[in-house]
């Protein structure tokens, strides 16, 4: 297998001018690129990655850390970064949370992790890590951004939407279809994001006359599982409802399944309108409704900014983004009798 070694000498070059060509840096004349090129073509020659990172000081690898590897949550995020990553010559190296310790040990374990695999920057997803942890990375958190949370130490790396409105939104599209019964499904109490979108759903509840305290609410965990294990709890109950907004289209999933199996019509008995628009929620049964959060424009504009502190960019970044309600066949209008009044 040929060496740079054997490219230098039938070019007739140094070692520095083969490199140059092969990273594409540096100036080198049109005469000597013809001769290196011949000779790479002549011989072959294939620089591997490690070879590249030895001759660039760099690894042309991002590492993404997400807290979870499962759902369809995820799933649609990684494939931007991944996409977008090999359009750019680079490659994704994906951490995800594991072993002992809480959320926040796990991702500090994940982030550390890609640091040591020599990753030139990372992309992080946890609402667990905190601006103490970002400032003991030292100067390595000059080269990160933060996915679906807000630090204040690095608020300019930080890309999210704003889930307040998304909040106002879901209740504003229940209020319009007359539901006045209400249910929702929530996220843990312990994510920002969940508290902002409940706040805002809450909120826009009570300024319709609506009191959140009479409300029917129960913690789903943002799984499918959590989302089942809410609506038995919320049938068994005997709480009168007309719709039910789940934090997250994963619980409104496991709604969905939970319904049919019990044989509760949805939307004609109930209605029910999920978060994020995954798109698990165009394969629901029926069809999902749901706030539509843009996760691959703020990912896209998260890499944006990251490659442009990693490798001196001058990509655009934005940083408000557009959240619209997606209508699907799971929301109707609120019927005139829904139950009997006990």
């Given at each position: 297998m040929a060496t740079i070694k054997d490219v230098a000498r039938l070019a007739g070059v140094g070692h520095g001018t083969v490199s140059r060509v092969v990273i594409g840096t540096g100036s080198v004349s049109p005469?000597?690129?013809?001769r290196v090129k011949k000779a790479i073509e002549e011989l072959n020659y294939r620089p591997s990655h490690a070879a590249r990172s030895l001759l660039s000081g760099s690894s042309q690898m991002i590492g993404v850390y997400i807290p979870v590897l499962s759902g369809t949550f995820y799933t649609p995020i990684l494939q931007a970064i991944t996409n977008e990553l090999r359009a750019a010559g680079l490659h994704m190296v994906v951490e995800?949370?594991?072993g002992s310790g809480d959320e926040r040990r796990q991702?500090?374990?994940g982030i550390e992790f890609l640091i040591e695999r020599g990753c030139d920057g990372l992309i992080v997803m946890s609402n667990a890590i905190s601006d103490e942890d970002i400032a003991a990375l030292g100067p390595k958190k000059n080269k990160l951004v933060v996915l679906n949370h807000t630090l204040k130490t690095i608020r300019d790396q930080c890309f999210t939407a704003d889930h307040e409105q998304g909040g106002i939104m879901a209740a504003r599209t229940l209020l319009d279809l007359q539901h006045r019964k209400i249910a929702a499904i929530t996220g843990p109490a312990s994510y920002p994001d969940n508290v902002d979108r409940m706040t805002g759903f809450l909120?826009?509840?009570?300024k319709s006359g609506i009191n959140s305290s009479k409300i029917w609410v129960r913690d789903g965990g943002f799984s499918p599982q959590g989302g089942w294990a809410a609506a038995e709890a919320?049938?068994?109950?005997g709480f009168k409802f007309t719709a039910l907004f789940c934090a997250n289209d994963e619980m409104a999933v496991g709604v969905l399944s939970y319904f049919q199996q019990q044989g509760i019509s949805v939307p004609h008995r109930v209605s029910i309108m999920g978060y994020d628009d995954t798109?698990?929620?165009e394969f629901t049964g029926p069809r999902l409704t749901s706030v539509h959060i843009p996760w691959r424009d703020i990912a896209f504009n998260a890499i944006n900014a990251l490659l442009n502190r990693c490798y001196g960019f001058d990509r655009p970044v934005e940083r408000k983004f557009t959240i619209s309600v997606t209508h699907r066949a799971s929301l109707a209008k609120a019927p005139t009798v829904r139950q009997k009044k006990s």
């Open positions: 005469k000597t690129l013809a995800f949370g594991a991702a500090i374990d909120g826009e509840l009570m919320l049938i068994e109950s798109p698990s929620g």
